[in-house]
Structure formats: C-alpha cells, structure tokens
C-alpha cells in the first residue's frame, strides 16, 4: 500500500492501524475489477485470518450428522456452560436426543469423589453460530440416580406448570431482559470514560448517536441470533443507564417462558465474548445515581384476560403481597441493592401496587383497568433472576396457593384493594 506524499506518517505504516485492511483489485482479465474491494481481516501478527472460511462452511452437502450443543446451568445458578457432541441425523424433539453428563466437580455442583452429573435435554432452538441442521439443547441436570440437584429449578417449575389447575389457566408470560455491557479490561460500562462517567441519565433511554448508544451492534446481533433459533423474542431497546440494553422474550406460555430466556442468554454469552465485551447481569453494576438492571416479568392468565380479568388481577395482587417474602428472596442475588425505592422501583421491604405507576412492586397497566382485563407486571424480579423460579412462583401463588379469609382481608386493607 503506497502513502500519497503528502501523508503526515513519518514511517511505514503498522499493520494494526490499517485492520481490516481494504486492498483494491487489479487483476488482468476482469473487466469489472476496477470498482471492486476485498476486505482482508489482519490477525495482531499481521497474518490473514483463515478460520472464518472454516467457521461458515456449510457441511450439509457432505454429511448427514450435525452438532448439538448441549447447554446447562451451572454452580452458582446463573452461571452458563455447554458442550458440543456429534448426532448421526437431524432431530426435531428433545426426546430423540440422548442424555450426557458432565463433570460437576469442575462447575461446583458434585464432589470430586462423585462427580458426575447428567443432563436431560429438555428443549432445541436452532443453532445461529453453525447454522444447518445444527441445534442448541437446553438441559436440566440430575444425580445418577434421577434426582434434581439443588441448582435444578426447572424440574420444580415443570411440576408446578403441569398441575391441571395451572394447565387450565394457559398462563402467559413476557418478560423484559434488561443487561449491561462492560468494557473487557476495565470492567466499566461500554462507552463510559475509563476512571470517569458520562453525563446524567436522561439522553441515553432508546437514543440514538455515538454519544448516547453504546453497543447497539451486539444487540441488534442478538435480536437476529435469536429469531433465527426461534426464541420468541419480541423487541428491545436501549436502557436509561448508558451502556445498558433490554430485550423482550414472549408471550410464551408455562416452562417455554424459562427455556426461551436461558437459550437467549446463552446467545447473548456468546455475542459478547466474540465482541470482546463482558456481559453483566448485575442487578445494580454502578452504585449511585444510575439505573439497576431488572428483569420485569408481565403475566396473565386465562380468566385474567377475559372479561371481568381486573378482579381476577386484584385477587392475584392480594395473594402476591401475602408473599411479597417469599418472591423477594427468589427474585435474583444483590436485588437489595436495585430495589431502594428510587430510579423506578419499589423498596424492597414494602409490597405496593398501582396502575401505570413504575415505582410500585406490581404495575397494571391503562388499557387493562380500561378494558376491565387483561395482565399485571411484576417489577420486582432482578436481572439476574432465574426464569424457571419467577414464572413458576407467580403460577403458583396466583393459582395455586389459598390464603385465609382473615389474611385476605387484612391484605386488601393494607394495600388499599377491594375486592
């Protein structure tokens, strides 16, 4: 590559200032070729990146077996690990696929005398990164003799959104992932000055511009990740604190509502560490006047979504403030810090509700006090809650649990309800 003379370089140029390098066709014999690029991706030692041919080949033609990505929870319960094995075809159930096992000692889940855990598969999505017939499969994991181990919430939550009563309410939810995304080195927030912060709050919610959206390439990537392995992933935005995303995931129904938010978390995983970003589900990744991170969870369910639903929804808002304990210390690790009462939450010691008010623990929204039906939205849940926990939860207080007369009545005092 020649520098025109009047180039200020005093010396050759680096190859790591010119990465991607853009070279311009000259070849003899092609007509066209003086409007053409090619875009060569230099490694740090300068040599053309080969992998990518390999990495994007299409295997389809030449074999029949494909690459399942067998993906599970690990030790500390928000952790994500997978593995890769060779199927001889293509399948299209759970159940067509094997269990496997993996070394809990290594993943904090077993001892080293008796480590081995096994993985049911449970759910398959479409594999974005290999394409083809390829698949990632969500798993649960279990001892050798076929119990849960403790870190396996979605066995419980099965049998919670297989209860006939549960069945018969076909409840749906939508949940709303919110994220931060980190500087690798640093730790601090993408597009935040090293040491330093960026002005207040306020330009960056659903903005657009260099100074005020900070990422918006690994979120559209994920957005498209995800439709493509058929999550039900129905929109995101920027956040209020810069540096900061949310996606949407539903309605799905029952268990699906978990399966779809792990899947897209592992997704998001594994955009992240190709962009050389660190993802973050602190619920609060920056202490002062900045926005936490939640995982605000919208559900209904059948009678609440016909007509004269609003009742059903006053009665469900006095079961859940019965239980306002119990969800808290469900609802995600270091929420404590997030739920202060400010930057549109609720404290986390005080159970409220409202309608279209975002600084309550349960917010319903205008058009179902309108329309007399329709759904609740649970503000509580961290961001780095677990799916399996929040959705089965609610299922379960709304549906299944039976306070007193007494304790309703007390209830519907206390948090100003008549029903």
Not at 215 to 220: A, L, T, V
Request: glycine share 10%; hydrophobic share 35%; proline share 6%.
């Amino acid at each position: 590559m020649r520098l025109p003379k009047t180039s200020t370089f005093g010396g050759p140029v680096a190859m790591k200032m010119w990465s991607p390098l853009v070279l311009k066709q000259n070849r003899k014999g092609s007509a066209k070729s003086s409007g053409k690029f090619r875009v060569l991706a230099l490694s740090e030692n300068s040599t053309v990146n080969r992998l990518e041919k390999l990495l994007n080949m299409d295997i389809t033609p030449y074999t029949d077996k494909i690459i399942a990505e067998y993906i599970w929870i690990g030790g500390s319960g928000i952790d994500m690990r997978s593995k890769s094995r060779t199927l001889s075809k293509p399948v299209e159930h759970p159940s067509e696929l094997p269990k496997w096992n993996y070394d809990g000692s290594s993943t904090g889940q077993a001892p080293g005398d008796d480590s081995e855990v096994i993985i049911y598969p449970q759910a398959i999505f479409k594999d974005p990164f290999r394409g083809g017939n390829n698949i990632l499969v969500i798993c649960d994991a279990y001892t050798p003799a076929g119990e849960p181990i403790p870190t396996n919430k979605r066995a419980r939550a099965a049998e919670i959104f297989s209860n006939k009563k549960v069945v018969d309410e076909v409840p749906w939810f939508g949940i709303e992932q919110e994220y931060t995304l980190l500087q690798q080195n640093v730790k601090w927030p993408l597009g935040w000055p090293v040491g330093g912060y960026p002005g207040p709050q306020g330009p960056y919610y659903c903005g657009a511009g260099a100074d005020k959206s900070f990422g918006r390439d690994i979120s559209d990537a994920h957005y498209k990740a995800c439709l493509y392995a058929g999550i039900n992933i129905s929109g995101t935005n920027g956040e209020v604190m810069p540096g900061q995303w949310e996606y949407q995931v539903g309605p799905s129904v029952g268990i699906e509502a978990g399966d779809h938010i792990w899947c897209s978390r592992y997704i998001l995983e594994r955009i992240t560490e190709q962009a050389g970003v660190v993802l973050s589900l602190d619920p609060k990744p920056i202490e002062g006047d900045w926005n936490g991170a939640g995982c605000h969870t919208n559900y209904s369910t059948k009678s609440m979504r016909e007509e004269g639903g609003f009742e059903v929804i006053k009665k469900a808002i006095l079961n859940l403030s019965l239980r306002h304990k119990e969800h808290i210390s469900a609802y995600g690790e270091g929420n404590e810090r997030r739920l202060t009462g400010k930057h549109e939450t609720a404290s986390i010691n005080t159970f409220s509700w409202g309608v279209a008010n975002r600084g309550c623990s349960i917010r319903v929204g205008r058009d179902t006090e309108k329309n007399g039906k329709g759904y609740l939205e649970d503000r509580r849940p961290a961001s780095n809650m677990d799916p399996y926990v929040v959705t089965s939860l609610l299922a379960e207080t709304t549906i299944l649990y039976e306070p007193t007369l007494e304790a309703e009545a007390l209830a519907a005092q206390k948090v100003s309800l008549k029903v």
